[in-house]
């Protein structure tokens, strides 16, 4: 056999140990009237009482300016869409004036009513742009163009 065997069957001499001292437990000797020191002090429960209250407070305040913040942007929110009801109304309205008035048939006959009429003839003025004449205050004045568009044609 080539590999060494997992026991023997012949005795092996062991080391010999030291030998131990004895001990003796005497039960009932001492009496057990002195608690085991705390750790906890009056002094670390207000400490810890201090914490608790001002982490809590911290949450509190945090908490009510998270709800004013929306109750804020709630309130915005609603006011721009009322802002936006009423510009889609305004455009409506604006539309229904708009298609109204520019009716051919109602300016006909509201033109009618003031007593207008159409022309006899049709007649256009050609203006070359430097006749385009300005009042004193540098508005355009058109009395002024047109007396120099019939003075530039003569």
Sequence with gaps: MSAQPAYSLYPERAVERAPRTRISVVPGQRTRSAAPASTVTPGLV???AIIVMAVLALVGIASLTLSAATVTTSMQSQAL???IDDARAQGSSLEVTQSLLSNSTRVRMQAEKLGMAAPAEVGTI???????????DGS?????SVETATNAGE
């Design 140 to 144: 355009l004045s058109l009395s002024r």
């Design 46 to 48: 207000l400490k810890a």
């Design 126 to 136: 050609n203006m070359p742009e430097d006749v385009v004449s300005t009042n004193d």
């Design 81 to 83: 869409s009322s802002q």
